[in-house]
């Protein structure tokens, strides 16, 4: 085992006082605990125990990752879970065998405690709270057994099943709108088997959350958006959004073709995406988490490139076919702009004016989609995305407003940009729709907009240029993630 022991008896005093199974423990019981354990911290893919070996001891996950699987004949794993939270590892094998029958792995660095299993035993005779709390812990694993057994996964899709997944992880917490974020310590194949997913199911039910704009993902951080699980597609709130199996019938009648909402939040993430691409290349210039920012950059020219993709392959209106050419017209040099040159001041400029070009086509249209539509809710789709995009586009300027010599070009831009984007959120939230959901979104997004607007001008004396560059991204991100989840509200109220 790699473990190392760490000194210091009032951290794992802290750790079992959390932990709930001993809730309700009188300190002297916490002392005696304290006494039959001691305190590990196991580096990352480090064994605590293998299947086969004796049980001597319980153990206290207290922060970090782990997995429990049963190897299989064929060397593979079979993962029975991930656990995350901080509670006693293994409690059916602690306290009904003699050997362990799974094995149990770090998948990050781990804090735990191991307490002598005699010890605990003898205690828990001692302490009826101490035995009902155990009993109410393995009473709600059985029914998570039980769940299971009923093949509840073998009737959802893959989904609904990393859906369910997140949302237990965050508590199944219940609000109207925000976020709450999970942040994944396991990885994503091992949480995929979990699951009972193949990677490649795993990706592709992943990419339907964040296409339903229920999830937004940075990495291990999982983004559940509130007012994106309840179903709005008929105005109707009561019931939380469900990922049903499409019929055969289903599939044929769709035909491929997007809702009207849906093909103006299409054409709109073109134009947020540019600013996307941006914002990402002048990261390069500025050295602000380089590595990180040339794979953002790839990963919104994948973005794009797949999204005009589905758009050539539409059968769309003729009044689109003009605009949308001049879409492709533009992108190939703003493209090459992004990934050939340096990043001088002529580069800068070059670039700058090559994503201001490329955005005034995607806009165009988009708001060709949106008269094509011809409906008010059409309309607050469109207003709503053009809020995504200048949530970007400020953030765009305030990186090339250091970069290229037009100081005074690009402060009136941002000017404009925050007039615009406070008429359009005004007018959202007159447009007559008075979902609780909507509304919970918008104040949401109010809120998010007022610390942005507060990072534009943070205090000079706390924060030096590229600090406060990545304080203004860091807000953005945020609250692109809260317009974004407003675009597909109004997305499915078009319908």
Same mark, same amino acid.
């Given at each position: 085992?790699?473990?190392?022991?760490?000194?210091?008896?009032?951290?794992?005093?802290? #750790?079992?006082?959390?932990?709930?199974? #001993?809730?309700?423990?009188?300190?002297?019981?916490?002392?005696?605990?304290?006494?039959?354990?001691?305190?590990?911290?196991?580096?990352?893919?480090?064994?605590?125990?293998?299947?086969?070996?004796?049980?001597?001891?319980?153990?206290?996950?207290?922060?970090?990752?782990?997995?429990?699987?049963?190897?299989?004949?064929?060397?593979?794993?079979?993962?029975?879970?991930?656990? /995350?939270?901080?509670?006693?590892?293994?409690?059916?094998?602690? #306290?009904?065998?003699?050997? +362990?029958?799974?094995?149990?792995?770090?998948?990050?660095?781990?804090?735990?405690?191991?307490?002598?299993?005699?010890?605990?035993?003898?205690?828990?005779?001692?302490?009826?709270?101490?035995?009902?709390?155990?009993?109410?812990?393995?009473?709600?694993?059985?029914?998570?057994?039980?769940?299971?057994?009923?093949?509840?996964?073998?009737?959802?899709?893959?989904?609904?099943?990393?859906?369910?997944?997140?949302?237990?992880?965050?508590?199944?917490?219940?609000?109207?709108?925000?976020?709450?974020?999970?942040?994944?310590?396991?990885?994503?194949?091992?949480?995929?088997?979990?699951?009972?997913?193949?990677?490649?199911?795993?990706?592709?039910?992943?990419?339907?959350?964040?296409?339903?704009?229920?999830?937004?993902?940075?990495?291990?951080?999982?983004?559940?958006?509130?007012?994106?699980?309840?179903?709005?597609?008929?105005?109707?709130?009561?019931?939380?959004? @469900?990922?049903?199996?499409?019929?055969?019938?289903?599939? &044929?009648?769709?035909?491929?073709?997007?809702?009207?909402?849906?093909?103006?939040?299409?054409?709109?993430?073109?134009?947020?995406?540019?600013?996307?691409?941006?914002?990402?290349?002048?990261?390069?210039?500025?050295?602000?988490?380089?590595?990180?920012?040339?794979?953002?950059?790839?990963?919104?020219?994948?973005?794009?490139?797949?999204?005009?993709?589905?758009?050539?392959?539409?059968?769309?209106?003729?009044?689109?076919?003009?605009?949308?050419?001049?879409?492709?017209?533009?992108?190939?040099?703003?493209? /090459?702009?992004?990934?050939?040159?340096?990043?001088?001041?002529?580069?800068?400029?070059?670039?700058?004016?090559?994503?201001?070009?490329?955005?005034?086509?995607?806009?165009?249209?988009?708001?060709?989609?949106?008269?094509?539509?011809?409906?008010?809710?059409?309309?607050?789709?469109?207003?709503?995305?053009?809020?995504?995009?200048?949530?970007?586009?400020?953030? @765009?300027?305030?990186? #090339?407003?250091?970069?290229?010599?037009?100081?005074?070009?690009?402060?009136?831009?941002?000017?404009?940009?925050?007039?615009?984007?406070?008429?359009?959120?005004?007018?959202?939230?007159?447009?007559?729709?008075?979902?609780?959901?909507?509304?919970?979104?918008?104040?949401?997004?109010?809120?998010?907009?007022? @610390?942005?607007?507060? &990072?534009?001008?943070?205090?000079?004396?706390?924060?030096?240029?590229?600090?406060?560059?990545?304080?203004?991204?860091?807000?953005?991100?945020?609250?692109?993630? +809260?317009?974004?989840?407003?675009?597909?509200?109004?997305?499915?109220?078009? @319908?």
């Amino acid at each position: 085992m790699n473990t190392r022991l760490r000194r210091g008896t009032w951290a794992q005093r802290d #750790f079992l006082s959390r932990c709930a199974i #001993f809730f309700g423990l009188s300190p002297e019981r916490l002392d005696e605990l304290e006494r039959a354990g001691r305190l590990l911290e196991l580096a990352s893919h480090a064994m605590l125990y293998r299947a086969g070996e004796p049980i001597r001891q319980a153990w206290l996950l207290c922060s970090g990752s782990v997995v429990r699987f049963v190897p299989l004949e064929d060397e593979s794993r079979k993962v029975i879970e991930v656990v /995350q939270a901080p509670q006693l590892l293994n409690l059916g094998e602690t #306290f009904s065998a003699t050997h +362990y029958g799974s094995s149990c792995e770090s998948s990050t660095r781990c804090i735990v405690v191991a307490i002598d299993l005699r010890v605990l035993r003898a205690m828990m005779a001692a302490e009826p709270a101490l035995s009902a709390n155990l009993i109410e812990t393995l009473a709600r694993r059985q029914v998570t057994i039980e769940t299971d057994s009923r093949g509840h996964h073998r009737s959802t899709t893959g989904a609904q099943r990393i859906l369910d997944y997140l949302l237990a992880q965050a508590g199944d917490r219940k609000a109207l709108a925000g976020e709450t974020t999970v942040t994944l310590k396991a990885s994503k194949k091992v949480i995929a088997s979990q699951v009972g997913l193949t990677p490649e199911a795993f990706s592709r039910s992943l990419r339907q959350l964040i296409d339903q704009g229920v999830l937004m993902v940075d990495k291990r951080n999982f983004h559940i958006q509130h007012a994106a699980l309840l179903d709005t597609g008929l105005g109707d709130s009561a019931h939380r959004l @469900k990922f049903a199996r499409k019929s055969r019938r289903d599939a &044929a009648n769709t035909g491929g073709q997007p809702a009207p909402g849906a093909l103006i939040n299409l054409c709109g993430r073109l134009r947020f995406l540019s600013q996307r691409l941006a914002i990402a290349w002048a990261r390069l210039a500025w050295s602000i988490s380089p590595a990180d920012a040339s794979i953002c950059l790839r990963q919104f020219d994948s973005d794009f490139e797949r999204m005009l993709a589905r758009l050539r392959g539409l059968s769309l209106e003729a009044a689109l076919h003009e605009p949308l050419a001049a879409v492709l017209q533009a992108w190939p040099a703003y493209r /090459q702009a992004l990934f050939v040159g340096g990043v001088s001041a002529a580069d800068s400029a070059s670039l700058l004016r090559q994503s201001e070009a490329l955005l005034e086509a995607a806009d165009r249209l988009t708001g060709a989609a949106e008269h094509c539509a011809g409906t008010p809710d059409a309309r607050y789709v469109n207003v709503a995305g053009r809020n995504r995009m200048l949530s970007q586009r400020i953030g @765009k300027l305030y990186l #090339f407003r250091e970069l290229v010599d037009a100081r005074g070009w690009v402060d009136e831009q941002i000017a404009a940009s925050i007039a615009e984007f406070e008429a359009n959120l005004d007018e959202l939230r007159q447009s007559g729709r008075q979902l609780p959901e909507l509304v919970a979104q918008l104040d949401e997004v109010g809120q998010q907009w007022a @610390k942005f607007r507060r &990072a534009l001008e943070p205090d000079p004396s706390h924060l030096n240029r590229t600090r406060h560059a990545r304080l203004l991204l860091a807000e953005g991100d945020r609250l692109l993630r +809260y317009v974004d989840t407003t675009v597909k509200l109004y997305e499915r109220l078009s @319908k």
